[in-house]
């Protein structure tokens, strides 16, 4: 017989049945999370990808959008901000790339409280 581990949230998953020995069930907890990852949740994938792309035009969108292609090459910030800048390339309101590359292109010389 082979073993496999498998790790899940215990309470939502499983439950007990009454009259069942489970001392010989190996139980391990997960650590717990730090203060910054509870804060900040779980994080998504690092870097930017663009759907389109031909003649200048396309969307930027972070990795784990919906409408972002799959199977291309992740762009870094700094190239990212370099297809932002062009007339034509747009990105995502969807997946937040809008709120987070906005403010790098035009600057933080408002503050954070813009509308």
Known sequence: MSACRVWLDAPAHIRRIPGTDYSAVPAVRLPEPSLIEAALGERRPSGWVMRGGTRG????????CTEAPQGVATL?????????ERPAVRLCSLCGAAAELTPLLRGFDGGFDQP
Request: hydrophobic residues 40%; without cysteine; aromatic residues 0%.
């Open 57 to 64: 035009q396309g969307t930027i969108h972070a990795p784990d």
């Open 76 to 84: 870094s910030l700094e190239h990212a901000l370099d297809l932002a």
